[in-house]
């Protein structure tokens, strides 16, 4: 049984749900997010909740309630809060600058390296070493995320590189720690 599935999801003041058929629209203060849903899946939108319910317990109705229920959650709380990631850049002369809505990088290249944002998103430069990702969907930020941190990923030699917040690099040891004096 899908326990996340069985969940209602609460929908907080100032957002809201708009159900038609497949397709589900969600309103909030930071924007919209419309999705288009399986269609053997019944949502319903009771007194502040919406339900997911499934025809019959296949595995792939199991496996489609869980996710559904979840992306719907994703999008009330994207509407309402939105998410964030954060980005550390790890290295001597590893910086980033805001330019307007882009991001100049530079990542000991040649060259700097410009990062325009997806879709609806918000690049910001908190400080020199410290990029912030925000948006309404979750996928779009994480993918946003992913991609700057894919221009240069840290080095487990040296830990230089663009790394999450709080993402830990196992460090491996170097030529001269291996086989020293042998």
Not at 78 to 85: A, C, E, L, T
Not at 117 to 126: H, I, K, S
């Amino acid at each position: 049984m899908s326990r996340i599935g069985k969940v209602p999801i609460a929908i907080p003041s100032g957002v809201e749900v708009k159900i038609d058929g497949t397709s589900v629209s969600v309103t909030g203060p930071r924007g919209e997010i419309i999705q288009t849903f399986a269609p053997s899946l019944t949502i319903q939108r009771e007194d502040g909740f919406v339900h997911v319910q499934r025809p019959n317990d296949e595995p792939m109705q199991r496996a489609l309630h869980g996710l559904t229920r979840t992306l719907l959650n994703n999008m009330v709380i994207g509407v309402s809060q939105g998410f964030d990631r954060v980005l550390e850049l790890v290295g001597t002369g590893y910086r980033a600058e805001q330019q307007g809505g882009n991001l100049t990088l530079q990542l000991g290249f040649s060259h700097s390296v410009t990062v325009e944002p997806l879709g609806d998103n918000e690049l910001v430069a908190e400080s020199q070493t410290r990029i912030i990702v925000r948006g309404v969907n979750k996928q779009v930020v994480g993918e946003q995320a992913a991609r700057i941190r894919k221009l240069r990923k840290p080095n487990p030699y040296t830990g230089k590189g663009v790394k999450y917040q709080g993402e830990v690099i196992r460090r491996k040891a170097g030529k001269a720690a291996a086989g020293a004096g042998v």
